[in-house]
């Protein structure tokens, strides 16, 4: 799932986006709205996790360009304000979820979760193709019944191409919703990812290298 984190308390937004990383998420972080336009411009986020009250570009206003634009991001917004009347206003603007600060942070992994599950095609909780079994949820892949450990940019790409139902997903597109924008896009992290993922996955293997294409399950 491709995140970006909008929020123009440094340390928050860095806690936020270390944590939704470490449930295998890739995360983007900006603190303004003006560099949150510019980043949904050119990313395919999956959800926006938004603070309302944002320096150049209101929070709002971010909001309503999504919803013109037509993407299928989602939007949850996040304000230091808990009043039902804020809460309303924010999803009248656009906003799929609303969130009060302070939250417990387990809470808002939930509520990402949720909404990212919206922003694309409709699947089960549980994902289940060739013998392997992942759970987003509770982070658990099994393989024929039996626990497989995986790093999170290993359990990353494995549920993207879980999600793809057997077609094939490139490196490119990999790298796009398991790795954040800092990444070297002519790097070969993708390939020893996946070479990884076999090895842990064991016989017979179960990823496909599609040659010039990509990969699929």
Same mark, same amino acid.
């Given at each position: !799932? #491709?995140? =970006?984190?909008?929020?123009?308390?440094?340390?928050? /937004?860095?806690?936020?986006?270390?944590?939704?990383? #470490?449930?295998?998420?890739?995360?983007?972080?900006?603190?303004?709205?003006? /560099? @949150?336009?510019?980043?949904?411009?050119?990313?395919?986020? $999956?959800?926006?996790?938004? $603070?309302?009250?944002?320096?150049?570009?209101?929070? $709002?206003?971010?909001?309503?360009?999504?919803?013109?634009?037509?993407?299928?991001?989602?939007?949850?917004?996040?304000?230091?304000?808990?009043?039902?009347? $804020?809460?309303?206003?924010?999803?009248?603007?656009?906003?799929?979820?609303? =969130? +009060?600060? +302070?939250?417990?942070?387990?809470?808002?992994? /939930?509520?990402?979760?949720?909404?990212?599950?919206?922003?694309?095609?409709? =699947?089960?909780?549980?994902?289940?193709? /060739?013998?392997?079994?992942?759970?987003?949820?509770?982070?658990?892949?099994?393989?024929?019944?039996?626990?497989?450990?995986?790093?999170?940019?290993?359990?990353?790409?494995?549920?993207?191409?879980?999600? @793809?139902?057997?077609?094939?997903?490139?490196?490119?597109?990999? =790298?796009?919703?398991?790795?954040?924008?800092?990444?070297?896009?002519?790097?070969?992290?993708?390939?020893?990812?996946? !070479?990884?993922?076999? #090895?842990?996955?064991?016989?017979?293997?179960?990823?496909?290298?599609?040659?010039?294409?990509?990969?699929?399950?």
């Amino acid at each position: !799932m #491709r995140v =970006l984190v909008v929020e123009d308390e440094q340390l928050l /937004a860095e806690a936020v986006a270390t944590g939704l990383r #470490r449930e295998a998420m890739a995360v983007d972080v900006v603190y303004d709205g003006e /560099a @949150a336009l510019q980043r949904i411009a050119v990313n395919d986020y $999956d959800v926006v996790v938004l $603070d309302r009250d944002l320096p150049l570009v209101h929070g $709002d206003d971010v909001c309503r360009r999504v919803v013109e634009q037509g993407l299928a991001t989602r939007v949850i917004m996040l304000t230091a304000s808990g009043d039902i009347s $804020d809460r309303v206003e924010g999803l009248e603007i656009g906003a799929d979820d609303y =969130l +009060p600060k +302070p939250f417990a942070f387990s809470e808002l992994v /939930a509520r990402v979760r949720a909404l990212g599950r919206r922003a694309t095609v409709p =699947l089960p909780p549980v994902l289940e193709r /060739a013998g392997i079994s992942l759970d987003p949820g509770r982070r658990e892949v099994l393989r024929d019944g039996k626990p497989v450990q995986l790093a999170p940019k290993e359990f990353a790409v494995l549920e993207v191409l879980m999600r @793809a139902g057997g077609a094939v997903v490139s490196a490119e597109q990999l =790298l796009e919703k398991a790795w954040d924008e800092h990444t070297d896009p002519f790097t070969n992290v993708v390939r020893v990812t996946v !070479m990884t993922l076999r #090895r842990k996955l064991g016989d017979p293997a179960v990823i496909v290298t599609v040659p010039g294409s990509g990969y699929r399950i």
